[in-house]
């Protein structure tokens, strides 16, 4: 592993290691490029995850303060903690689920397909599938999407079988055991899953793909990455001319440091990314960095989420297995005629019981609860994500009087749902319910959205710079040489899982900017 | 309820009829459940305080499957916590004298579970009712000894997961 110089003014320094930064890391790395990956939280490897709901929560979530504001039941049911994702190397690539799914043809033309929506901000996104379509191949690769590649499906676990049951009986086709980043056979030095069944907590087998099992290693070994944990990243430094220079990060013990840089490359979540650009204004950027179409921060879409949870009259032991390997991608076509525009996939979900009693129906208690609760092993659970609509209102800002540990304003997640939204959620919940009652269901229960998994749009791509962040390379149309990497570029969300697709415009970009430093434009 | 009461027999039937576990209080900050079921021991809340939020966290999260000691387990949570937070001593002591006086008496000795649950309700809103239902969420659901009597297996990796160990073992589909 390498290690760079602060004053190294050489190095592309990326913020946040997780699906965009780290595998952006890693293969400017693996190009020759000098890179320094600051990651805010810290170093745990496989064997320190921990198989326990609240222990590993404890261990790799972030939770920092944040706010929340808007009419979405997240901001009364977990009114401090917005999102549900990773402070540690390989970011939330190790909290998630594996499922790596390809946008659809249509999805990257939102606006042109879905038309004019009232109060809806949506675009078509300044690239399409043909485009993506050699670098979703490589993400896969890189991956080991399971059915893709030749790579077998994961085998159907119990809970898988129960939605199978039920999505045959409804007349559902498309039906499967995923496109899962979780080997199925050994595979790139990573064993097969052992079908443990904690996905969320950081896999302990090392079947599951994250950049910190991955890519990272492979980017380490080529002797051009440095990956520097415990390094929270205050604000990014330009000079007079307007490009950026470095950033400025606290190290474990608060004590700030400033790391020189050719090109800054900005990929900590859709929260933290606007979060950094709007603390790092200045007198000549008083709005903040690449923010002169005041879209940074703006645009935050979370997909719609719900979750369906059936008893039957015996066990199904959900917790038994990989938590994802399972869904049905009937109804993630878009057909207006169900009374909304997109679509969304249904795929299986477990929780452990201590999660259980926390999210099946926050604030619940009483009889009825109790029941769910008396009921756990005979439990089925899916989640439902759909592509929700853009709109400005829904925007990541910087708190007018709350301040972090290091003194700086604290991210205010607003967020309304779309009417668009609801009527999506309305229709996944009925599907969801027909699903298990087909099964033979005793009872069935709509769960609502946890804390968001799937943070996006607060950078977005657009090819105009007037309503965009960035342009189709990820880098912002104000300053040549700062990038967004992650999903904070997406124009809008369309209905799939969002890592894959984050992978994939990562290896993109690592090309672009390769390219563009080997011509000498960066 | 400021000693231990000595029920008869039929008596702690019919309070175990009723869904009431408290017995009594004793010295020391001791709380008893009937029968001997359970005993605990107050170390920062009065004992009639601790006693009264044992029989309110069973309301909430009723099983038939839990013995009592877990609620009373979950209690001390509470309690050890107030140690060093006066704020939160007193939410639960004047949170309980609150719930007392809506029951017109000992809410832990009301034997109609209805009567209970509607008084819960009524205060399901306020920050003392919260406080003592959020503390159930990993007082109780998270205390590993639980979690078999509700099916839960815990921990997989060290046994190398389910993947010899019934992943896939559902046969009644």
């Not at chain 1, 990257?108 to 993506?132: H, N, R």
């Not at chain 1, 119990?158 to 055991?177: I, P, Q």
């Not at chain 1, 990455?225 to 205050?234: D, G, M």
Request: aromatic content about 8%; some cysteine.
């Amino acid at each position: 592993m390498a290690t760079f110089d602060m004053n190294d003014d050489n190095v592309v320094v990326v913020v946040g290691s997780g699906a965009g930064g780290g595998t952006l890391g890693a293969e400017l790395a693996i190009k020759g490029v000098k890179t320094v990956i600051l990651e805010a939280g810290g170093r745990h490897e496989t064997e320190d995850f921990q198989n326990d709901e609240w222990g590993s929560f404890g261990q790799i979530s972030w939770l920092d303060k944040r706010t929340t504001s808007g009419s979405w039941r997240v901001a009364k049911d977990f009114a401090g903690l917005p999102a549900w994702i990773v402070k540690a190397v390989g970011g939330s690539t190790t909290h998630w689920a594996g499922a790596s799914l390809r946008f659809q043809e249509h999805e990257w033309k939102a606006k042109t397909t879905y038309g004019d929506v009232a109060g809806a901000s949506l675009l078509d996104w300044p690239i399409d599938m043909a485009e993506m379509d050699p670098w979703y191949a490589k993400a896969e690769d890189r991956m080991g999407v399971t059915r893709t590649n030749g790579i077998p499906g994961l085998p159907g676990n119990n809970k898988y079988k129960v939605l199978e049951a039920g999505a045959r009986k409804l007349g559902y086709k498309e039906v499967h055991t995923g496109r899962m980043a979780i080997n199925s056979e050994p595979r790139d030095d990573r064993a097969a899953c052992l079908q443990i069944g904690f996905c969320f907590q950081g896999c302990k087998s090392g079947a599951k793909w994250s950049t910190l099992v991955a890519e990272i290693p492979k980017g380490e070994t080529t002797g051009n990455l440095e990956v520097r944990p415990n390094a929270q990243v205050l604000k990014i430094e330009h000079d007079d001319s307007g490009k950026v220079t470095g950033v400025l990060y606290a190290d474990k013990d608060g004590k700030q440091h400033l790391q020189k840089a050719r090109v800054v490359c900005v990929a900590g979540n859709s929260i933290e990314s606007p979060r950094l650009l709007l603390n790092s204004a200045s007198s000549k950027y008083p709005d903040g960095l690449a923010n002169s179409s005041g879209m940074v921060g703006k645009n935050y879409m979370r997909h719609m989420t719900g979750s369906v949870y059936a008893v039957y009259d015996k066990p199904v032991n959900m917790y038994r297995g990989t938590t994802m390997a399972g869904i049905i991608q009937d109804e993630s076509r878009h057909d207006p005629s169900r009374g909304f525009v997109g679509g969304y996939e249904m795929e299986t979900l477990s929780l452990g019981l201590p999660f259980m009693a926390a999210f099946l129906d926050p604030g619940g208690w009483g009889k009825d609860f109790s029941w769910w609760m008396d009921n756990y092993e005979n439990m089925a659970g899916m989640w439902l994500v759909g592509e929700d609509m853009p709109q400005e209102k829904n925007a990541i800002t910087l708190h007018a009087t709350e301040k972090d540990q290091h003194g700086l304003p604290v991210p205010n997640v607003h967020f309304d749902d779309h009417d668009n939204d609801i009527k999506m959620r309305e229709h996944a919940f009925g599907q969801g319910e027909a699903v298990y009652k087909a099964a033979g269901a005793v009872k069935t229960f709509r769960t609502p959205p946890y804390p968001s998994t799937h943070n996006l749009g607060t950078n977005r791509m657009n090819a105009e710079a007037k309503d965009g962040v960035v342009n189709k390379h990820g880098q912002t149309h104000d300053i040549g040489n700062l990038f967004v990497s992650d999903g904070s570029q997406f124009t809008t969300g369309a209905a799939e899982n969002p890592t894959l697709t984050i992978v994939a415009l990562a290896l993109r970009q690592a090309d672009f900017i390769a390219g563009e430093m080997s011509k000498g434009n960066l | 309820m400021n000693s231990q009461t000595n029920l008869s027999r039929r008596a702690a039937l019919k309070a175990a009829g009723a869904g009431l576990i408290v017995a009594g209080v004793g010295a020391g900050g001791l709380v008893f459940g009937h029968n001997n079921a359970w005993a605990a021991k107050a170390e920062n809340l009065d004992a009639d305080t601790f006693a009264t939020l044992v029989q309110m966290s069973r309301d909430i999260y009723s099983h038939d499957r839990l013995e009592d000691k877990y609620y009373a387990a979950a209690v001390s949570g509470l309690d050890k916590a107030a140690k060093d937070d006066a704020a939160l001593k007193a939410l639960l002591s004047d949170g309980v004298a609150g719930l007392n006086k809506a029951a017109g008496g000992a809410y832990s000795g009301l034997s109609d579970a209805d009567q209970r649950m509607a008084l819960l309700k009524a205060m399901e809103g306020d920050g003392f009712f919260q406080k003592v239902r959020g503390n159930l969420v990993t007082g109780l659901y998270n205390n590993k000894e639980v979690w078999p009597l509700f099916g839960y297996e815990g921990a997989s990796a060290d046994k190398g997961g389910y993947i010899d160990r019934g992943f896939n073992d559902i046969n009644w589909l």
